[in-house]
């Protein structure tokens, strides 16, 4: 058998891990070979192709390492649904073919998923297997880098909350998660945070601060405030003024929300924004675990030829999702009737409600 594996999105920990473990359950049967895609889909789609055979002393020591090595792509768009729709999708079945592929595992958040949706449509055998930082991919509790990212901003946090009480300081961490807030929650309620505002709960800074004033009255003289990317004020929208060339991204609400707090509570505030720094270096353990479960979980599909489904997490069960059960990858979003927002709002934590 000879089966393709592509990585597309946004990169994160985690995606290096997965291709060795594909790699290595390969190398235990005899006659399957893993074809390396170059740049997401973009190796099958454009010319010339961009493929090559992986071997076990390629994929030696990446276990750890960051990023991919078969390179990624994020163009902002889906090509299957643009204007080049048919000669893009006419390329990648070409290049299906014409590599002679069996199998096609595609490692990507939603919109690459949403392309190997229209993959599967056209009949290629596709295993998906999800991976985000943001968590936000319908399916499966839990996505590749997830954790990682997690661990990074609850270092973060953990970081700021020394300098912020030798200062008597407010301080704002701006992270990444698109329109969900699991990385802020998760890594605010990991890291000590005191505030946290996620996009699904627009924020009112009355209760900001009255968290912060109470803190004080107690004679705690700083506050830990984790910002979501696209949080925003009730009433607002949210703030896209991303720090990047050419794209219109999420960004800049951190900014906003410290100089806010500062006019309103006269104490000294600082901002930070973690920005790319959660999706770069080592995996977490968990991240490890979690690829090697994936790709293995990939590979048994393949085995029993069981196509057009993605691979997932649901509570400690490994199954796998119908790409056509997935509501047409609508990004997930944090359940506010969930044990993790009750978690934070009954240990204290402000969610700015
Ligand atoms: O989807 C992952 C993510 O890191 C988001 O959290 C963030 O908004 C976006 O990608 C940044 O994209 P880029 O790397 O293209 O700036």
Same mark, same amino acid.
């Given at each position: 058998? %000879?089966?393709?594996?592509?990585?597309?999105?946004?990169?994160?920990?985690?995606?290096?891990?997965?291709?060795?473990?594909?790699?290595?359950?390969?190398?235990?049967?005899?006659? #399957?070979?893993? =074809?390396?895609?170059?740049?997401?889909? /973009?190796?099958?789609?454009?010319?010339?192709?961009? !493929?090559?055979?992986?071997?076990?002393?390629?994929?030696?020591?990446?276990?750890?390492?960051?990023?991919?090595?078969?390179?990624?792509?994020?163009?902002?768009?889906?090509?299957?649904?643009?204007?080049?729709?048919?000669?893009?999708?006419? /390329?990648?079945?070409?290049?299906? &073919?014409?590599?002679?592929?069996?199998?096609?595992?595609?490692?990507?958040?939603?919109?690459?998923?949403?392309?190997?949706?229209?993959?599967?449509?056209? $009949?290629?055998?596709?295993? $998906? =297997?999800? %991976?985000?930082?943001?968590?936000?991919?319908?399916?499966?509790?839990?996505?590749?880098?997830?954790?990682?990212?997690?661990?990074?901003?609850?270092?973060?946090?953990?970081?700021?909350?020394?300098?912020?009480?030798?200062?008597?300081?407010?301080?704002?961490?701006?992270?990444?998660?698109?329109?969900?807030?699991?990385?802020?929650?998760?890594?605010?309620? !990991?890291?000590?945070?005191?505030? =946290?505002?996620?996009?699904?709960?627009?924020?009112?800074?009355?209760?900001?601060?009255?968290?912060?004033?109470?803190? &004080?009255?107690?004679?705690?003289?700083?506050?830990?405030?984790?910002?979501?990317?696209?949080?925003?004020?009730?009433? !607002?929208?949210?703030?896209?003024?991303? /720090?990047?060339?050419?794209?219109?991204?999420?960004?800049?609400?951190?900014?906003?929300?410290?100089?806010?707090?500062?006019? %309103?509570? &006269?104490?000294?505030?600082?901002?930070?924004?973690?920005?790319?720094?959660?999706?770069?270096? #080592?995996?977490?353990?968990?991240?490890?675990?979690?690829?090697?479960?994936?790709?293995?979980?990939?590979?048994?599909?393949?085995?029993? &030829?069981?196509?057009?489904?993605?691979?997932?997490?649901?509570? !400690?069960?490994?199954?796998?999702?119908?790409?056509?059960?997935?509501?047409?990858?609508?990004?997930? %979003?944090?359940?506010?009737?969930?044990? =993790?927002?009750?978690?934070?709002?009954?240990?204290?934590?402000?969610?700015?409600?």
């Amino acid at each position: 058998m %000879k089966i393709g594996i592509c990585t597309g999105g946004g990169d994160c920990p985690g995606l290096n891990a997965v291709i060795r473990g594909v790699v290595r359950f390969a190398s235990q049967h005899p006659g #399957m070979e893993i =074809i390396g895609i170059r740049d997401g889909m /973009n190796g099958l789609m454009q010319r010339p192709m961009r !493929a090559h055979p992986l071997t076990l002393d390629g994929v030696q020591d990446i276990l750890h390492r960051g990023g991919t090595i078969l390179g990624t792509c994020n163009q902002g768009g889906n090509p299957y649904e643009s204007d080049q729709r048919e000669v893009s999708i006419r /390329n990648t079945l070409e290049g299906v &073919k014409n590599l002679g592929l069996d199998a096609l595992l595609v490692v990507g958040g939603e919109g690459t998923q949403g392309m190997a949706k229209t993959l599967v449509d056209h $009949g290629v055998p596709v295993i $998906g =297997i999800p %991976k985000t930082i943001d968590n936000d991919l319908p399916g499966t509790d839990q996505t590749i880098g997830f954790s990682s990212c997690v661990d990074i901003v609850a270092d973060a946090v953990f970081r700021l909350r020394s300098t912020a009480e030798s200062h008597d300081r407010i301080m704002v961490l701006e992270v990444m998660g698109r329109d969900s807030g699991y990385i802020a929650l998760h890594g605010g309620i !990991a890291g000590g945070a005191h505030v =946290i505002l996620i996009p699904e709960i627009p924020f009112a800074y009355e209760p900001v601060c009255a968290t912060i004033q109470r803190r &004080k009255q107690q004679g705690r003289n700083f506050s830990l405030v984790v910002v979501s990317e696209g949080a925003h004020e009730d009433a !607002a929208s949210p703030y896209y003024g991303g /720090n990047t060339t050419g794209v219109k991204n999420l960004g800049g609400i951190g900014s906003i929300v410290a100089s806010t707090l500062f006019e %309103k509570t &006269k104490m000294d505030t600082r901002y930070t924004v973690l920005g790319h720094l959660q999706r770069g270096g #080592m995996p977490s353990s968990w991240d490890r675990i979690l690829a090697n479960r994936f790709a293995v979980h990939a590979m048994d599909l393949v085995m029993r &030829k069981q196509f057009g489904c993605i691979v997932a997490l649901q509570g !400690a069960t490994l199954t796998q999702v119908p790409y056509d059960q997935i509501e047409s990858f609508q990004r997930k %979003k944090v359940d506010l009737a969930s044990d =993790i927002v009750h978690t934070a709002e009954a240990t204290g934590i402000c969610l700015g409600r």
